[in-house]
């Protein structure tokens, strides 16, 4: 079967970028947007998407991306994409040499629906870099003028749509939640020569090569991976693992409290205690006395709000525009303080603390950025360095950190889910008789354990055969 390669990742963040260094090594490039372009202008959305690359043109393929999936479904790119791929195939008449990269998926269903139709041969990778990094960039500067406050704007809108519970919206987080392997593209460099050298770097160590290396920051970053399977949090699962030495220290998921109940299982909301307060805020955004009118909408967001059905989903969906628009409160009440559990990072501290174990010095993984809570307990600590997963950094946690000498590093490399794919590639390489599980519905731990054994057995060979690790 024709190996596929889905992109996501922020405008700029190198996702077409990586898209041409593929097409150079004989792949063929699937672009969502001449989709979406053609499917709009083939049903009334209520507005022409402009041809020349712009900020106008961006927005109104956001827009016209949501409508798309609000009509068809939020797998609509996806159905396209495998049926493009079927004709390319027919064509060639050999499926096993053909090879695709998506260019790109901005909505979790379109990575489940790719990844329930190809299995195996489909591989989610996603590329970050930040705003600040990307405002620079000359695909940026051409579409914003280097205009930051735009950039962050559609970061908010490509992020998660107004709330991950509008499922056709863009949704570049949770596809970064469902990704295969990490890219970090997050490094200033001197010239785009320079950028694009460090970015076929990466394609080349984790997408190109069948054997890709397995060093002890993927083991602990699948730790903490797996830890975040142990979390019974409703919204949001997030593990972390703290290490030195090439040795866990300890490990932990966010949860609440020995001897309080999970949020889902508390009598007075049953529901994320966040997502009730943020609610009542929504409810607020609702009851301003303010006409959709009078909120200075663009004709992208007038389109898209005619055109929403149900009721309640066009109500939930301009209240949260009023409270953007009025003050911003909707991205700036996250609630973290009025969380009602521990996150991960916290419990993993609490955890090595309980035990009389000194992390200082010690490196923190985790599947999310730690928040400013977390971060004052890892620069107490002496926690030297961090990486993590989930991108988008909270701005202060970020400057404690930096001001503390802690060292923070997006995560790039394979991802959990990846793992019965390696130990295929490891069983094959090292002749070893430990049975393959890939494929198979296993436990993620034991597929961790497996893959901790094949890496054990493959650095004990290596050692006395004298070719080091």
Excluded at 160 to 181: H, K, R
Excluded at 343 to 368: M, N, S, V
Excluded at 387 to 402: S, T
């Amino acid at each position: 079967m024709a190996r596929v390669i889905g992109l996501s990742g922020p405008f700029g963040a190198g996702c077409s970028t990586i898209a041409r260094i593929l097409q150079d090594q004989g792949y063929v490039i699937i672009k969502a947007s001449e989709y979406i372009t053609e499917w709009a202008g083939q049903n009334d959305i209520g507005f022409a998407i402009p041809g020349e690359d712009s900020t106008e043109r961006r927005r109104a393929l956001q827009v016209a991306g949501n409508i798309l999936r609000m009509r068809e479904g939020n797998d609509a790119i996806a159905k396209y994409v495998v049926q493009r791929i079927k004709e390319k195939t027919k064509e060639s008449g050999d499926a096993d040499s053909l090879r695709f990269v998506i260019d790109s998926l901005k909505n979790r269903g379109e990575i489940e629906f790719l990844r329930r139709e190809l299995g195996g041969s489909f591989t989610a990778v996603s590329v970050y870099s930040s705003a600040q990094s990307r405002e620079g960039r000359s695909s940026v500067q051409n579409s914003y003028g280097g205009n930051l406050w735009l950039i962050k704007r559609d970061d908010r809108r490509d992020r998660d749509e107004f709330g991950s519970d509008v499922e056709w919206g863009q949704q570049v987080l949770q596809c970064d939640v469902a990704a295969d392997i990490s890219i970090d593209n997050d490094e200033n460099v001197a010239t785009p020569e320079a950028w694009d050298y460090k970015l076929a770097d990466a394609v080349s160590r984790y997408i190109l090569n069948e054997h890709p290396e397995i060093d002890a920051n993927t083991l602990f970053m699948w730790r903490a991976e797996l830890a975040a399977t142990d979390s019974r949090c409703g919204k949001r699962k997030v593990g972390a693992c703290i290490a030195r030495d090439e040795k866990i220290i300890s490990v932990g998921c966010n949860r609440t409290p020995d001897g309080v109940d999970e949020c889902l299982e508390h009598r007075d909301y049953m529901t994320c205690y966040r997502d009730h307060l943020r609610s009542l805020k929504e409810r607020e955004g609702a009851s301003k006395e303010i006409r959709v009118e009078d909120l200075g909408l663009d004709e992208y967001d007038r389109a898209l709000i005619d055109r929403l059905e149900d009721d309640e989903e066009k109500r939930r969906y301009v209240s949260r525009i009023v409270l953007d628009v009025i003050d911003g409160y909707y991205y700036d009440f996250k609630t973290l303080e009025a969380c009602r559990a521990l996150h991960a990072e916290e419990a993993a501290i609490l955890t090595a603390l309980e035990r009389g174990e000194d992390i200082r010095e010690a490196t923190l993984y985790t599947t999310t950025y730690p928040c400013m809570a977390c971060a004052k307990k890892i620069a107490q600590q002496g926690i030297k360095e961090v990486y993590f997963i989930e991108p988008y950094p909270i701005e202060g946690a970020r400057k404690l950190l930096d001001e503390k000498g802690v060292r923070q590093y997006r995560y790039q490399g394979l991802r959990l889910r990846f793992a019965p794919r390696i130990l295929d590639a490891m069983v094959e390489t090292t002749g070893s008789k430990l049975k393959s599980m890939s494929g198979k519905n296993i436990e993620l731990e034991e597929v961790y354990d497996s893959v901790f054994q094949m890496l054990t057995l493959q650095k004990t060979v290596n050692a006395v055969l004298g070719r080091g690790r």
